[in-house]
């Protein structure tokens, strides 16, 4: 399967999401506008690939605990008290918390409907 030539860019996405265009309605797989900072894992310069996700990471949950650090406390009484989960890792817990926060962000209007 060949991938159309066109490509776009986040704010081309954010505009299309802006203006009300339902997501994805009637498009085709497109390649996507990479960042400049891919690394190729089997290229011996890849090795500062780790170093960065590990940054990355850092800031992510640095991020997370400033805007969400009590949710993620109340959460994890939540899991252990009522639902009976064994304890997880804090990250667990964000993870859970930002992949929830980004299915409502995207599919929320149409699930309200």
Same mark, same amino acid.
């Given at each position: 399967?060949? &991938?159309?030539?066109? +490509?776009?860019?986040? #704010? ?8 009300? +265009?339902?997501?994805? $309605?009637?498009? +085709?797989? =497109?390649?996507?506008?990479? *960042?400049?900072? =891919? ?11 780790? #170093?960065?996700?590990? @940054?990355?990471?850092?800031?992510? &949950?640095?991020? =997370? @605990? #400033? ?14 008290? =009522? $639902?009976? @989960?064994?304890?997880? *890792?804090?990250? @667990?817990? #964000?993870?859970?918390?930002? +992949?929830?926060? &980004?299915? $409502? ?9």
């Amino acid at each position: 399967m060949t &991938m159309p030539t066109r +490509t776009e860019t986040p #704010a081309d996405v954010a505009a299309e999401r802006d203006a009300g +265009t339902p997501e994805w $309605a009637g498009r +085709t797989p =497109i390649k996507a506008a990479f *960042s400049p900072c =891919i690394y190729d894992l089997r290229l011996a310069g890849a090795k500062g690939f780790y #170093a960065d996700a590990a @940054e990355f990471t850092g800031r992510v &949950m640095a991020e =997370i @605990e #400033a805007r969400a650090g009590d949710v993620l406390d109340a959460y994890d009484r939540f899991a252990k008290r =009522i $639902a009976g @989960e064994r304890q997880r *890792s804090r990250a @667990e817990h #964000a993870l859970e918390l930002l +992949t929830l926060g &980004m299915a $409502a962000e995207l599919h929320g209007r149409r699930a309200a409907c």
